[in-house]
């Protein structure tokens, strides 16, 4: 089968298009031909193996994964002797995080990282759904507790997880501002976004306006800042960014909620846990996943480029119907 291959932490550059051994299914695992997958910051920080942690974990010198990619959808092929809740012909998708491998025409999965998508939903669709729309979904309502009537503001909105997070927020009747670049601000305001910042030409943590809830895709000011920015019983939750301002979050949250009544909240992902309530949110009209892209498979070094420089819309996707590898 052909896949994005790499041996060594690098740029994209060091991506290549080679042809690897099919995977075989475990007992416990399904077999999925691949139609579309997406990109995510862990493929971004794996590839260059930063953050240092991401070395510890998943190869110190060299991958310990030679394939990245953990957000896919396709089609079931061939189902492990244990697995009981799909079979061949199957339309799935889900996260592979701890495994990826997503970057190629087949890949395997256990069978509680997939989900059955819905036929009106499609591949490229699906695949921009699972570690954003969990992160939003995680971020503004399990740690959030996103209630009716509230400012939100979303830094780093422009991407996956804010434009999951601004139609989710919507539903629950919230006043929502969205920080990124200016290139993303016009797609951001017909998202639903009622204010949006270019934070290039505008400080949030020093304008003087204060948001119940703080959801920062980005994490990369103090966390002071962030603080002074939640107005009386705030919260502020991150879900990703820099790993030393998250890890100043996890330490000085708890201080900072004891000398005021603001929360400081930090996501640990559950992968795949809302599949079910998105397929539900989808089919209702109610989400609708920004696709950029798509890019095919012999084109992911490029994809990863684009997403390193931060400057696409919502979801970059890698499609793997009718790619042509020559």
Request: hydrophobic content about 40%.
């Amino acid at each position: 089968m052909k896949a994005i291959v790499y041996t060594k932490y690098g740029t994209p550059d060091v991506l290549e298009l080679k042809e690897v051994d099919k995977p075989i299914p475990k007992d416990d695992e399904v077999l999925i031909e691949v139609h579309a997958a997406s990109v995510n910051d862990w493929d971004w920080g794996l590839l260059r193996g930063t953050p240092f942690m991401n070395r510890l974990l998943f190869g110190f010198l060299k991958p310990k994964y030679k394939i990245l990619g953990s957000d896919i959808a396709g089609r079931v092929e061939a189902v492990g002797k244990n697995i009981k809740h799909f079979q061949p012909g199957d339309e799935v998708f889900g996260d592979l995080t701890g495994r990826w491998g997503g970057f190629a025409e087949y890949a395997c999965a256990r069978e509680n990282a997939l989900a059955l998508k819905p036929a009106s939903m499609t591949f490229d669709e699906a695949a921009a759904i699972p570690q954003a729309a969990m992160l939003a979904i995680q971020g503004l309502l399990d740690r959030g507790q996103i209630q009716s009537g509230q400012k939100l503001l979303i830094n780093g909105a422009g991407g996956g997880v804010g434009t999951f997070g601004v139609q989710i927020a919507k539903l629950y009747g919230v006043e929502v501002t969205g920080v990124d670049s200016s290139g993303k601000l016009d797609m951001m305001r017909s998202m639903g976004f009622d204010h949006v910042i270019d934070y290039k030409q505008e400080d949030f943590t020093k304008n003087g306006k204060s948001y119940d809830l703080i959801l920062d895709v980005k994490t990369n000011r103090s966390i002071f800042d962030y603080a002074r920015s939640l107005s009386h019983n705030g919260i502020y939750v991150t879900v990703g960014g820099s790993m030393a301002r998250i890890i100043q979050a996890l330490f000085l949250g708890p201080w900072i909620s004891l000398i005021s009544k603001k929360k400081i909240r930090v996501v640990a992902l559950k992968p795949n846990k809302d599949l079910a309530f998105m397929n539900e949110l989808f089919e209702a009209g109610k989400v609708k996943p920004v696709i950029d892209g798509p890019f095919k498979l012999s084109e992911v070094p490029e994809a990863m480029r684009y997403f390193g420089e931060g400057t696409h819309k919502g979801k970059v996707v890698i499609t793997l119907e009718d790619n042509n590898y020559t």
